[in-house]
């Protein structure tokens, strides 16, 4: 199904087709890529406005994750009843927050497709409010990010690491 990539700011510049590939490939490795899904680019206002009105935290974040199902066991893939069912949700990137948490030796498109991974495994019902929802979610992370090192050449490390 679909991919729609939005990018609704101008604070740091953006290569869409680079991250819609990335995106696709994590779609692939996770096995959602029959479901629809929204990946939203957005600067340190947005993304904080969103997260003061979600989470109740006033400070800009790297990823806030929408699913359109909810409930769904960890790592548990939707089994929709309807054709309009086949939808994961929303992810909005904080791009100009991720951007500036780069380290120099960072690449910001790696970073990127990290974060939008643990954004897609928060759609996938991964959490990681506790120790053994983050060992689940960290799992899930690294799994997927070895299958796209293979592929792409990179080393990417999960977003969740040493959260615990």
Request: net charge neutral; glycine share 6%.
């Amino acid at each position: 199904m679909s991919l729609a990539l939005r990018n609704l700011q101008r604070a740091v510049p953006l290569r869409r087709a680079l991250l819609r590939q990335r995106l696709q490939a994590v779609r692939g490795a996770l096995g959602v890529r029959a479901f629809d899904l929204g990946v939203v680019c957005v600067d340190n206002r947005k993304i904080q406005q969103m997260n003061r009105t979600y989470r109740e935290q006033d400070t800009p974040t790297d990823v806030l994750s929408f699913p359109f199902h909810e409930n769904l066991k960890a790592g548990e893939i939707p089994q929709p009843d309807f054709p309009d069912d086949y939808n994961l949700g929303d992810i909005f990137l904080g791009v100009e927050f991720i951007f500036q948490q780069c380290k120099e030796d960072e690449d910001y498109y790696d970073i990127l497709t990290v974060t939008a991974t643990h954004g897609l495994c928060h759609l996938l019902g991964f959490t990681h409010s506790t120790e053994a929802e983050w060992q689940k979610m960290y799992q899930k992370e690294k799994q997927v990010l070895q299958e796209l090192n293979k592929h792409m050449g990179t080393r990417l490390q999960p977003l969740s690491r040493g959260f615990f």
